[in-house]
């Protein structure tokens, strides 16, 4: 079977998070190296646009969650958990992160993107502009750059798109480069 049927028996043919039967799609939950089942979830637009867009959300939409986090399906939990913390404002969803629990490694996930750790203490990759790069960006060599442990060298210019962020500092991001899964430093980058 295709994942997209996969996710649709799961789900019983509606949005993981808010039960909408229109629109639905697979969202995978960064950061993940494969799009499988225990990497995704089955999604409408509105939840997906909500997600990949802080601009949009309406706190309202996100009632939803109430049930959701309640999901068999690590990656439903790890959303409704990530979604939990982008409302923190609205006052209501702190109760339901009281309630909820994530083993380490799950709790790991959730927070990989940055979801509820301190604004203060959230490490910020910039571009050689000092421009604000987040996962899945696309960004462009400003220079020619020796690729440690090959004879390969990334020529400037180079694209590379959906970046990751090393979670742990602030210089480095990774991406693929002809097919090779590379480490980049922010400085010889410049965000498209």
């Known amino acids: 079977m295709n994942l997209e049927k996969d996710l649709q028996i ?11 039967t229109e629109t639905l799609t697979i969202y995978t939950v960064q950061p993940s190296k494969n799009i499988n089942l225990t990497d995704s979830i089955y999604a409408c637009q509105t939840c997906i646009s909500q997600i990949e867009d802080s ?27 990530r979604m939990l913390n982008r409302l923190l404002s609205a006052g209501w969803s702190q109760d339901l992160l009281d309630m909820m629990y994530l083993d380490d490694d799950s709790l790991a996930w959730a927070k990989a993107l940055g979801d509820g750790v301190d604004e203060a203490a959230k490490l910020i990759h910039r571009d050689v ?6 996962a899945g960006d696309s960004v462009v060599l400003i220079k020619d750059l020796k690729v440690k442990g090959t004879s390969m060298v990334a020529k400037q210019g180079t694209a590379v798109r959906r970046i990751a962020l090393d979670h742990e500092n602030e210089t480095y991001i990774e991406g693929k480069i002809d097919g090779k899964h590379i480490v ?5 980058v410049k965000k498209l």
């Open 55 to 81: 601009n949009l959300i309406n706190s309202n939409h996100w009632r939803c969650l109430n049930d959701s986090m309640w999901s068999e399906f690590l990656p439903v939990q790890v959303m409704a958990w």
């Open 129 to 134: 502009n000092g421009v604000v790069l987040e």
């Open 184 to 188: 980049l430093i922010t400085q010889y």
């Open 10 to 20: 799961r789900s019983q043919h509606s949005c993981e998070l808010c039960k909408a």
